[in-house]
Protein backbone atom coordinates (compact mmCIF):
# COMPACT_ATOMS: atom_id res chain seq x y z
CA UNK A 1 0.00 0.00 0.00
CA UNK A 2 1.12 3.33 -0.98
CA UNK A 3 1.59 6.38 1.21
CA UNK A 4 0.91 9.72 0.11
CA UNK A 5 2.61 13.10 1.18
CA UNK A 6 1.88 16.72 0.66
CA UNK A 7 5.09 18.26 0.79
CA UNK A 8 4.48 21.23 -1.63
CA UNK A 9 3.09 24.12 0.29
CA UNK A 10 5.01 27.44 0.77
CA UNK A 11 4.84 27.26 4.86
CA UNK A 12 4.14 31.24 4.83
CA UNK A 13 3.64 31.00 8.62
CA UNK A 14 6.97 29.31 9.42
CA UNK A 15 8.35 31.81 7.43
CA UNK A 16 11.21 31.96 9.70
CA UNK A 17 12.54 28.25 8.60
CA UNK A 18 10.79 28.08 5.13
CA UNK A 19 12.50 31.11 3.58
CA UNK A 20 15.20 28.77 2.32
CA UNK A 21 13.63 25.17 2.64
CA UNK A 22 9.92 23.67 2.49
CA UNK A 23 8.36 22.99 5.72
CA UNK A 24 8.41 19.30 4.99
CA UNK A 25 12.57 19.70 5.51
CA UNK A 26 12.19 21.77 9.18
CA UNK A 27 14.40 19.50 11.46
CA UNK A 28 13.13 17.97 14.57
CA UNK A 29 16.66 16.94 16.08
CA UNK A 30 18.95 15.86 13.43
CA UNK A 31 16.17 15.21 10.75
CA UNK A 32 13.57 16.92 8.90
CA UNK A 33 9.64 16.23 9.97
CA UNK A 34 9.59 14.78 6.73
CA UNK A 35 11.83 12.15 8.03
CA UNK A 36 10.35 11.67 11.36
CA UNK A 37 6.73 11.11 9.37
CA UNK A 38 8.13 8.38 7.17
CA UNK A 39 10.16 6.37 10.25
CA UNK A 40 6.45 6.44 11.76
CA UNK A 41 4.90 4.85 8.49
CA UNK A 42 7.83 2.39 8.40
CA UNK A 43 7.67 1.09 11.81
CA UNK A 44 4.28 -0.22 10.41
CA UNK A 45 5.25 -1.79 7.82
CA UNK A 46 4.66 1.20 5.05
CA UNK A 47 7.26 1.51 2.80
CA UNK A 48 6.23 2.95 -0.61
CA UNK A 49 6.00 6.45 -0.56
CA UNK A 50 4.50 9.02 -3.07
CA UNK A 51 5.25 12.74 -2.41
CA UNK A 52 3.73 15.38 -3.96
CA UNK A 53 6.42 18.91 -4.99
CA UNK A 54 6.10 22.26 -4.89
CA UNK A 55 7.83 24.88 -2.80
CA UNK A 56 11.50 24.23 -3.07
CA UNK A 57 10.69 20.72 -4.48
CA UNK A 58 14.30 20.33 -5.17
CA UNK A 59 15.53 20.40 -1.66
CA UNK A 60 13.14 16.90 -1.06
CA UNK A 61 14.93 15.62 -4.31
CA UNK A 62 18.23 15.96 -2.97
CA UNK A 63 17.95 14.89 0.62
CA UNK A 64 16.38 12.09 -0.97
CA UNK A 65 19.13 11.21 -3.17
CA UNK A 66 21.72 12.06 -0.84
CA UNK A 67 20.34 10.63 2.18
CA UNK A 68 22.20 6.56 1.91
CA UNK A 69 25.66 8.73 1.37
CA UNK A 70 24.58 11.56 3.93
CA UNK A 71 23.63 8.42 6.35
CA UNK A 72 26.70 5.66 6.47
CA UNK A 73 30.09 5.68 6.42
CA UNK A 74 32.15 6.31 3.33
CA UNK A 75 35.08 5.19 1.49
CA UNK A 76 36.13 7.71 -1.20
CA UNK A 77 39.12 6.00 -4.03
CA UNK A 78 39.83 10.24 -5.19
CA UNK A 79 41.52 9.20 -7.99
CA UNK A 80 38.83 6.50 -9.48
CA UNK A 81 35.98 8.55 -7.98
CA UNK A 82 34.50 5.48 -6.28
CA UNK A 83 32.67 5.91 -3.91
CA UNK A 84 31.63 3.02 -1.20
CA UNK A 85 29.79 3.01 1.58
CA UNK A 86 29.65 1.09 4.44
CA UNK A 87 27.23 1.02 7.76
CA UNK A 88 24.33 3.54 8.47
CA UNK A 89 20.86 3.42 8.40
CA UNK A 90 19.26 2.49 4.38
CA UNK A 91 15.31 1.94 5.23
CA UNK A 92 13.88 -0.30 2.32
CA UNK A 93 12.15 3.17 1.17
CA UNK A 94 10.81 3.50 -2.38
CA UNK A 95 10.24 7.27 -3.06
CA UNK A 96 8.88 8.48 -5.86
CA UNK A 97 8.87 12.63 -6.09
CA UNK A 98 6.23 13.98 -7.94
CA UNK A 99 6.12 17.76 -9.27
CA UNK A 100 2.74 18.70 -8.54
CA UNK A 101 3.32 22.34 -9.06
CA UNK A 102 4.23 26.09 -6.91
CA UNK A 103 0.64 27.10 -6.49
CA UNK A 104 -1.38 24.04 -6.75
CA UNK A 105 -3.83 23.42 -3.88
CA UNK A 106 -4.33 20.58 -1.52
CA UNK A 107 -6.95 18.81 -3.89
CA UNK A 108 -4.71 19.40 -7.13
CA UNK A 109 -1.87 17.84 -5.62
CA UNK A 110 -3.43 14.70 -4.57
CA UNK A 111 -5.40 14.22 -7.71
CA UNK A 112 -2.06 14.96 -9.46
CA UNK A 113 -0.70 11.38 -7.74
CA UNK A 114 -3.47 9.08 -8.62
CA UNK A 115 -1.24 7.60 -12.01
CA UNK A 116 1.08 6.76 -8.97
CA UNK A 117 -1.15 5.47 -6.65
CA UNK A 118 -1.55 2.20 -8.08
CA UNK A 119 -5.90 2.44 -8.22
CA UNK A 120 -6.00 0.94 -4.95
CA UNK A 121 -6.73 1.97 -1.17
CA UNK A 122 -3.78 3.99 -0.28
CA UNK A 123 -2.61 6.34 2.41
CA UNK A 124 -2.59 10.01 2.91
CA UNK A 125 -0.80 12.43 5.19
CA UNK A 126 0.49 16.12 5.19
CA UNK A 127 4.18 16.69 5.48
CA UNK A 128 4.29 18.51 8.64
CA UNK A 129 2.76 16.73 11.27
CA UNK A 130 3.70 13.91 14.12
CA UNK A 131 1.55 11.33 16.36
CA UNK A 132 1.87 8.36 17.77
CA UNK A 133 -1.63 7.18 16.06
CA UNK A 134 -1.55 3.49 15.44
CA UNK A 135 -1.67 3.08 12.08
CA UNK A 136 -2.85 -0.32 11.49
CA UNK A 137 -5.82 0.27 13.66
CA UNK A 138 -6.46 3.37 11.48
CA UNK A 139 -6.39 0.61 8.58
CA UNK A 140 -8.46 -1.96 9.92
CA UNK A 141 -11.08 0.83 10.86
CA UNK A 142 -11.20 1.74 7.19
CA UNK A 143 -11.52 -1.55 5.74
CA UNK A 144 -14.49 -2.53 8.22
CA UNK A 145 -17.00 0.42 6.94
CA UNK A 146 -16.35 0.09 3.57
CA UNK A 147 -16.56 3.93 2.66
CA UNK A 148 -14.21 5.87 0.22
CA UNK A 149 -12.80 8.06 2.43
CA UNK A 150 -11.68 8.04 6.54
CA UNK A 151 -10.43 10.80 8.17
CA UNK A 152 -8.47 10.50 11.42
CA UNK A 153 -9.53 13.56 13.97
CA UNK A 154 -7.99 14.81 16.81
CA UNK A 155 -8.50 17.61 19.51
CA UNK A 156 -5.14 19.36 19.13
CA UNK A 157 -3.48 21.09 21.58
CA UNK A 158 -4.40 24.20 22.77
CA UNK A 159 -1.73 27.01 21.73
CA UNK A 160 -2.17 29.06 25.17
CA UNK A 161 -1.42 27.61 28.40
CA UNK A 162 -4.39 27.02 30.34
CA UNK A 163 -5.35 28.59 33.75
CA UNK A 164 -7.57 26.98 36.54
CA UNK A 165 -8.38 29.94 38.72
CA UNK A 166 -9.93 30.75 42.16
CA UNK A 167 -11.56 34.29 41.87
CA UNK A 168 -8.63 35.95 40.68
CA UNK A 169 -6.27 33.62 41.97
CA UNK A 170 -4.45 31.07 39.18
CA UNK A 171 -4.54 28.27 41.70
CA UNK A 172 -3.21 25.63 38.38
CA UNK A 173 -1.21 26.39 34.89
CA UNK A 174 -0.60 23.93 32.36
CA UNK A 175 -0.73 23.09 28.98
CA UNK A 176 -3.60 20.75 28.12
CA UNK A 177 -4.96 18.65 24.99
CA UNK A 178 -7.86 20.55 24.16
CA UNK A 179 -10.38 18.57 25.74
CA UNK A 180 -13.32 20.86 25.80
CA UNK A 181 -13.74 21.72 22.04
CA UNK A 182 -14.54 20.06 19.02
CA UNK A 183 -12.68 17.31 17.10
CA UNK A 184 -10.20 18.46 13.84
CA UNK A 185 -8.73 17.62 10.76
CA UNK A 186 -5.62 15.64 11.81
CA UNK A 187 -5.28 14.20 8.31
CA UNK A 188 -3.27 10.80 8.60
CA UNK A 189 -5.92 9.93 5.96
CA UNK A 190 -7.19 6.21 4.19
CA UNK A 191 -8.74 6.81 0.98
CA UNK A 192 -9.87 4.68 -2.38
CA UNK A 193 -9.48 5.30 -5.72
CA UNK A 194 -13.16 6.89 -6.27
CA UNK A 195 -11.84 10.26 -4.19
CA UNK A 196 -10.42 11.21 -7.30
CA UNK A 197 -13.23 11.81 -8.80
CA UNK A 198 -14.61 14.63 -6.12
CA UNK A 199 -11.45 16.72 -7.41
CA UNK A 200 -12.11 18.91 -10.08
CA UNK A 201 -8.75 20.74 -10.39
CA UNK A 202 -5.38 21.95 -9.50
CA UNK A 203 -7.32 24.77 -7.83
CA UNK A 204 -9.34 22.28 -5.81
CA UNK A 205 -8.86 22.40 -1.92
CA UNK A 206 -9.36 19.06 -0.29
CA UNK A 207 -10.80 20.50 3.07
CA UNK A 208 -13.46 22.33 1.33
CA UNK A 209 -15.57 20.90 -1.39
CA UNK A 210 -13.99 17.17 -2.34
CA UNK A 211 -14.48 16.51 2.17
CA UNK A 212 -17.65 18.52 1.91
CA UNK A 213 -19.53 16.55 -0.38
CA UNK A 214 -17.87 13.13 0.13
CA UNK A 215 -20.03 13.93 3.66
CA UNK A 216 -23.07 14.88 1.77
CA UNK A 217 -22.63 11.04 0.41
CA UNK A 218 -22.10 9.36 3.37
CA UNK A 219 -18.57 8.55 2.35
CA UNK A 220 -16.07 10.03 4.72
CA UNK A 221 -15.59 8.16 8.25
CA UNK A 222 -13.84 9.92 11.15
CA UNK A 223 -11.14 7.96 13.18
CA UNK A 224 -11.44 9.87 16.66
CA UNK A 225 -7.79 9.60 17.89
CA UNK A 226 -7.45 11.20 21.50
CA UNK A 227 -3.36 9.80 21.65
CA UNK A 228 -0.62 12.43 20.65
CA UNK A 229 -0.53 14.23 17.78
CA UNK A 230 0.94 17.72 17.08
CA UNK A 231 1.21 19.51 13.59
CA UNK A 232 3.67 22.10 12.81
CA UNK A 233 2.37 25.39 12.03
CA UNK A 234 4.47 28.07 13.51
CA UNK A 235 7.92 28.58 14.68
CA UNK A 236 6.33 27.62 18.53
CA UNK A 237 4.87 24.60 17.40
CA UNK A 238 8.80 23.83 15.88
CA UNK A 239 9.94 24.74 19.58
CA UNK A 240 7.65 22.61 21.23
CA UNK A 241 8.31 19.71 18.77
CA UNK A 242 11.95 20.11 19.44
CA UNK A 243 11.64 20.28 23.13
CA UNK A 244 9.79 16.71 23.29
CA UNK A 245 12.92 15.29 21.21
CA UNK A 246 15.52 16.72 23.14
CA UNK A 247 13.96 15.39 26.53
CA UNK A 248 14.50 11.98 25.13
CA UNK A 249 10.49 11.77 25.43
CA UNK A 250 8.78 12.44 21.97
CA UNK A 251 5.63 10.86 21.88
CA UNK A 252 5.92 9.92 18.03
CA UNK A 253 8.92 8.02 18.40
CA UNK A 254 7.64 4.37 18.18
CA UNK A 255 10.13 3.37 16.26
CA UNK A 256 12.40 2.64 18.86
CA UNK A 257 10.13 0.63 20.75
CA UNK A 258 10.30 -3.04 21.40
CA UNK A 259 8.68 -4.55 18.66
CA UNK A 260 7.14 -8.00 18.16
CA UNK A 261 8.16 -10.73 16.08
CA UNK A 262 5.43 -10.33 14.23
CA UNK A 263 6.13 -6.57 12.98
CA UNK A 264 7.04 -8.15 9.23
CA UNK A 265 3.61 -9.09 9.16
CA UNK A 266 2.81 -5.31 10.08
CA UNK A 267 1.32 -6.18 13.34
CA UNK A 268 3.83 -4.31 16.09
CA UNK A 269 3.97 -5.38 19.83
CA UNK A 270 2.69 -1.91 21.18
CA UNK A 271 -1.05 -1.43 20.92
CA UNK A 272 -3.25 1.45 23.08
CA UNK A 273 -6.32 0.47 24.82
CA UNK A 274 -9.63 2.49 24.62
CA UNK A 275 -13.21 2.03 23.59
CA UNK A 276 -14.12 1.68 19.72
CA UNK A 277 -11.57 3.89 17.97
CA UNK A 278 -10.69 5.95 20.56
CA UNK A 279 -7.35 5.47 21.93
CA UNK A 280 -5.70 6.75 25.71
CA UNK A 281 -3.76 9.70 26.12
CA UNK A 282 -0.14 9.08 26.16
CA UNK A 283 1.34 11.04 28.98
CA UNK A 284 4.38 13.14 27.89
Not at 157 to 162: E, N, W
Not at 166 to 184: A, L, M, T, Y
Not at 200 to 227: C, F, H, I, N, V
Amino acid sequence: MKVGILAGGLGTRLAEETETKPKPMVSIGDQPILWHIMKHYYYYNFKNFVIALGYKGEIIKKYMVDYCSLNSNLTVDLQSGEVKMHGGEKPAWTVELIDTGLHTNTGGRIKRLAPYMGNETFMLTWGDGVSDLNLRDLLDFHRRHGKLATMTVVRPPTRFGLPTLDGDRVVEFSEKPQVHEGWINGAFFVLEPGIFDYIESDRTQWEKEPLEQLAKDGQLMAYRYTGFWQCMDTLRDKCRLQSLWDSGNAPWKIWEEERDASISNGTPRIHWNGHDTHALVRRV
